[in-house]
């Protein structure tokens, strides 16, 4: 790159709530690093504990950084495009960064060199270590161009995981397929009393740009993503949130980027996981606990009647004994009733 001429701008973007634990190791991770021309804008979502008080006082330290306090509390999906909505104009790149992920000091630097070899591109994503092991496995060992549809097809039916995680990929803002509102505000499973979000909201988001955008791979570590404490994968993990969002992703998506047969292979590759895994915990006392039931008990119901609608009568008769065994289950006490779980707002 060269220095003659400006840089030009990303926006990094953090939506946080609650985030105290890890915030000041994040915004530090983008105050060290080797590119210069960035903004870093700090989205607070109606936070309970020290987050604000934090992120004003690195904000402080340098004019780069603008911290957008919200007072009103919002879901997930919701929080994260009033972030994107607040990137100015002259942004012509954005990373999402969440509150307990860090940037390697090159990150920026390396990630906008690849976009700026490769125009075109829509995105550029690369590796990263997600709780200490380096992801993902596969993918090329030199720079270069991934198809947008290789991309996706690797998301819905299985194979490198190009995209990782909402921290993962620099996006190209005037490329991005609905920009600024990317990500689905619906709470899924539909009808929760929590509004959840959707557990792929990410890659929910990211699907409609890689039908027509193509992806540059950096095969070097680029972000360090923590698995420590309470987040939105903890809690997908908690509820059992991973596989019926997988199915959910495949019937929202599948018939841009699959063939029908591609796609009642993965249909009912998916269900056949979700169904086992739902015994299992089933079979290890899951029912014991509310949360879980609540949302497995609405995914079901709604998952049932999609796989019905779109003809996909094997891979709903499969689930619906579950389905029943759901909606006869005790559920307790309505989710709004107890406080909010660990991953819920953030």
Known sequence: MSAARREPLVAVVTPVHDGEEHLRRCMESVLRQSYENWIH????????????????????????????????????????????????????????????????????????????????????????????????????????????????????????????????????RERMVNWPALFDTRSFPPHHPRSPAFC?????????????????????ALIDQRYEGASASTFAQRVGGWRPSHLELLLRHGELFLSRRDQRRGVLEATLRYAVSLCWRVAHGALGDPDFVWYQKLALAHLVARLREAQWRGAAALLAPLSALFARAEVGASPLERPLLPGEGS
Do not use: W
């Not at 200490?132 to 819905?156: H, I, Q």
């Not at 990410?202 to 791979?217: E, I, N």
């Open 200 to 220: 792929a909201g990410d890659r929910d988001a990211y699907l409609p740009t890689l039908a027509q955008g193509d992806v540059v791979f950096v095969p070097r």
């Open 41 to 172: 804008l700090v989205v607070d979502n109606a936070s309970r504990d020290r987050t604000l008080a934090i992120a004003t006082e690195i904000a402080a330290r340098d004019a780069r950084i603008r911290v957008l306090p919200h007072t009103a509390f919002v879901g997930m999906g919701e929080n994260f495009n009033r972030g994107l909505a607040a990137v100015p104009d002259e942004a012509v790149f954005v990373k999402q960064l969440h509150a307990d992920d860090t940037l390697f000091p090159e990150c920026l630097s390396r990630m906008v060199e690849a976009a700026e070899r490769y125009p075109e591109a829509a995105m550029v994503t690369g590796r990263r270590y997600a709780g200490g092991e380096l992801k993902p496995d596969g993918g090329p060992d030199a720079l270069g161009v991934v198809s947008g549809r290789v991309v996706a097809r690797a998301v819905l039916l299985g194979g490198v995981n190009y995209l990782g995680t909402p921290s993962l990929p620099l996006l190209r």
